[in-house]
């Protein structure tokens, strides 16, 4: 009975090497490396071949040759005479910009959003489903041409400009809005403001520290909000400066003055914070009701008034869940913004990889570099988003 | 002597709840007016659809032309929606310039397709083995050789020519059918053991999910002909068919490997401790709860993919969309609200199909939903 159990461990009994996983593992490895660099010399020698057929130069010295058109709205100055690699940096700020606006309109509506869509108020949250639903299952670039082709082309010719408050002007060219005009010292109240900003910070650590030793609790917010306008304002008056407004004005065949916004910007703006305020608005609502309710109970019970149950309790548990799809769809917003080709907006892709393109002829290259741009942001994003969920993420023992 | 004790033989009845908090009363008290800040939110929301229903009915319904020969019937003064371009323009936007005396092919395609997806989804329907192979397998081909013609007498029709709604499902479905199991490979390769294969899959999935999709599609519509060998040439709408199904193959890889991730260690140890070899242990044992666990991930996946398509008008293929935008410039129709009309009816249809989809999804979860839940 014990004579199996005593038998000295045998060797493996002898067996093909390939049914050893190790060696298999490395033999499906060596093919599939195989393949892909296969099919990868295939294809750049394909390529190198065509080019040449085709009599085409390759390589990145186009950047500082002459690009020879004009955009029409840029950030930084820019002509017709100026170089390639220019026409590039104004395409990546003006993607840059309508990113940046559209991810702060579009939190802001999709939080208003997914909050009615909890109400308990039907109406309010019958309304807020209705918006969620509809702009979900339409696809971006038809919310694109709609408000540009359909609403604001579709507006009055420039003499006949909706004109609001004397000071905004709405025609088929687009929106002109005030431009404020700041005279010499107006730095001053700028360097006030930051000082304001110390200052309330400095408070902030100071009635965190008094109230952990003392358990006293000091008013903040509201300290801190009239500690912002006071100081600034004091400075504002006793400089004297004052800031003017730049108001447009119908003049000759359109508006002077002001800041003159495309209608391609305004549609592209709304339309693409419109469509991921839907997204966001899930998100939010998906992230508060991730919070099991014995928090809610757990912090009635300590005795939490329901502002602090909101501010320390929920908030910062609703916020794990929201904040990683959230980055993901900032990331959707700013590969959205690519639409905008479709509608002239001259952002990246409809300046590079449009106008530039079809210029140079240089394909491989200027579609890499795209590529490559948008790989840097979603890089960035991930690496910033890996450092926040090792901040947050729950301590498990 | 009589007994005095009582004792109640029956249950007393209960007594009513007090009116205000039942029936319709009760209902309004509690979702409208439940707190000064509600009934103002009340009033705000009432307000607000009083404001926006009555010209919005008006525009789609009460002031709309239904029946017209031309835009001149559209063109009066405070004329709503014009319905009757869109029914005009019917033909373009299903067909787009598919030759007319050849629709019928189209038709047979449509009705073939209908046949074979309904029992499909049915549950209760039978023979779903043959049905998936007929669907997945078969239909593909009898499209693709309906429609292009070239053989069986059957007169040879460009892609260039084929338009409208029709591109539109054409490339929805076969960008699902195909990413599908390109995606399921892409998310076994991410969660491999061997270092090479994980690597190159994970290269691929970053590479393709961080880049915009008119990227994707740009490149593809440059690229593939000069990635393609001397002499043979791409055609337009494969080239958008392939940029379409690796991009979203990419992101159907990341949906499952969310399902791979969420199984227990427990279920892997239990395949390998069965005997079974790598394929079976996923075919038989992790993917069908894996995929369970993925279908809201995948369905997004899906209508994101069926919007996404609507892309392909930016590097000139006639889908839905295109055709919309291509007649809202016909001078015929031209009215005040031709475009608008042109968009209502094209969102529609999109909203329809995207709507459907996520319904069926959460149909689907819960009949799927086993009750093992951890």
Redesign the interface.
């Not at chain 1, 109400?119 to 309010?124: A, G, K, L, V, Y």
């Not at chain 1, 979900?136 to 038809?142: D, M, Q, V």
């Given at each position: 009975m014990t004579a199996a159990a005593e038998e000295p461990h045998r060797a493996a009994p002898k067996s093909s090497f390939f049914n050893d996983p190790v060696i298999r593992?490395r033999i499906?490895?060596g093919l599939?490396?195989g393949a892909?660099a296969l099919a990868i010399a295939l294809?750049a020698h394909?390529?190198a071949?065509?080019?040449a057929?085709q009599n085409k130069t390759t390589g990145f010295d186009f950047f500082f040759s002459t690009s020879g058109f004009d955009i029409f709205f840029t950030l930084i100055p820019y002509s017709r005479t100026s170089y390639y690699w220019e026409a590039f940096l104004v395409g990546l700020l003006n993607t840059l910009l309508v990113s940046v606006l559209g991810i702060i309109l579009a939190t802001i509506i999709g939080f208003v959003i997914g909050i009615a869509r909890l109400?308990?108020?039907?109406?309010?949250s019958t309304?807020a489903t209705i918006y969620v639903?509809?702009l979900?299952?339409?696809?971006?670039?038809?919310i694109l041409?709609?408000w540009y082709?359909?609403v604001l082309k579709?507006m009055p010719s420039v003499r006949e400009s909706f004109v609001l408050f004397d000071s905004v002007a709405i025609n088929n060219r687009g929106i002109n809005i005030p431009k404020p005009i700041f005279d010499g010292s107006f730095h001053w109240v700028v360097i006030a403001f930051f000082v304001a900003l110390a200052a309330v910070i400095a408070l902030r650590k100071w009635s965190i520290r008094r109230m952990e030793a003392t358990g006293q609790r000091f008013p903040l917010l509201s300290t801190a909000l009239a500690i912002l306008v006071f100081i600034p304002g004091v400075v504002w008056l006793a400089s004297g400066i004052n800031v003017d407004l730049d108001i447009p004005h119908l003049a000759g065949f359109n508006f002077r003055g002001g800041i003159s916004l495309p209608p391609e910007f305004v549609a592209l703006l709304v339309g693409i914070s419109l469509y991921t305020a839907a997204f966001i608005a899930e998100t939010v609502r998906a992230g508060i009701l991730a919070v099991n309710r014995g928090q809610t109970e757990a912090a009635q019970s300590l005795g939490l008034k329901e502002s602090d149950r909101l501010r320390l309790v929920i908030i910062p548990q609703a916020m794990r869940v929201i904040i990683p799809p959230m980055t993901n769809q900032y990331l959707n917003l700013l590969?959205?913004s690519?639409?905008a080709?479709?509608i002239g907006y001259p952002e990246l892709?409809s300046v590079f990889?449009g106008t530039t393109?079809n210029q140079t002829g240089r394909?491989?290259e200027v579609?890499f570099i795209?590529?490559l741009v948008?790989?840097t942001?979603?890089?960035l994003t991930s690496i910033l988003m890996n450092w926040y969920n090792k901040r947050v993420a729950l301590v498990e023992r | 002597m009589a007994n005095a004790s009582f004792v109640r033989t029956e249950m007393i009845q209960p007594m009513p709840p007090p009116p205000s908090t039942v029936g319709l009363t009760g209902w309004v008290r509690k979702n409208l007016f439940a707190t000064p800040g509600d009934a103002l939110l009340t009033v705000l929301g009432i307000a607000f659809i009083l404001w926006a229903g009555p010209p919005l009915y008006n525009f789609l319904i009460g002031n709309a032309v239904f029946v017209a020969e031309d835009g001149a019937a559209c063109r009066v003064e405070n004329a709503g929606a014009c319905w009757a371009f869109i029914w005009d323009k019917m033909n373009f936007f299903i067909y787009g310039f598919y030759p007319a005396e050849e629709q019928w092919r189209v038709n047979i395609c449509f009705l073939l397709g209908a046949l074979l997806i309904v029992p499909l989804l049915w549950p209760a329907a039978p023979y779903k083995a043959i049905n998936a192979i007929l669907f997945f397998l078969v239909y593909p081909v009898i499209v693709l050789v309906l429609l292009r013609g070239g053989m069986f007498d059957l007169t040879y029709v460009p892609t260039e020519k084929w338009g409208g709604l029709t591109v539109t499902l054409i490339i929805g479905l076969v960008g699902i059918v195909c990413s599908l199991p390109i995606g399921i490979l892409l998310a076994l390769g991410r969660r491999s053991k061997l270092p090479i294969i994980r690597a190159l899959s994970i290269a691929f999935i970053e590479l393709w999910r961080a880049v915009p999709l008119i990227t994707v599609l740009f490149m593809a519509s440059v690229m593939l002909p000069l990635f393609a060998p001397q002499g043979v040439s791409v055609d337009k709408l494969l080239r958008a068919l392939i940029g379409v199904t690796l991009f979203e193959a990419a992101y159907l890889a990341e949906a499952v490997r969310g399902g791979l991730q969420a199984l227990p260690k427990g279920q892997y140890e239990a395949a390998d401790s069965l005997g079974l070899n790598y394929p079976k242990a996923m075919g038989l044992i992790i993917l069908p709860q894996a995929l369970k666990l993925t279908i809201p991930g995948i369905v997004n996946s899906f209508i994101s993919l069926f919007k996404d398509t609507s892309l392909v008008s930016i590097v000139g293929i006639f889908d839905l969309l295109n055709t919309v935008q291509a007649s809202s410039s016909d001078l015929r129709w031209g009215s005040p609200h031709q475009a608008v009309t042109g968009y209502l009816f094209a969102a529609a249809v999109f909203w329809i199909f995207c709507f459907g989809m996520s319904r069926y999804s959460i149909f689907m979860e819960r009949r799927l939903d086993t009750g093992h839940k951890r």
């Open positions: 593992g499906y490895q599939v490396l892909v294809v394909n390529t071949q065509n080019l057929r109400s308990r108020n039907w109406i309010i309304l639903e509809t979900r299952n339409i696809p971006l670039l038809l041409f709609f082709f359909a579709a590969k959205n690519s639409l080709a479709a892709v990889m393109l394909a491989v579609v795209t590529m948008y790989l942001f979603s890089l | -």
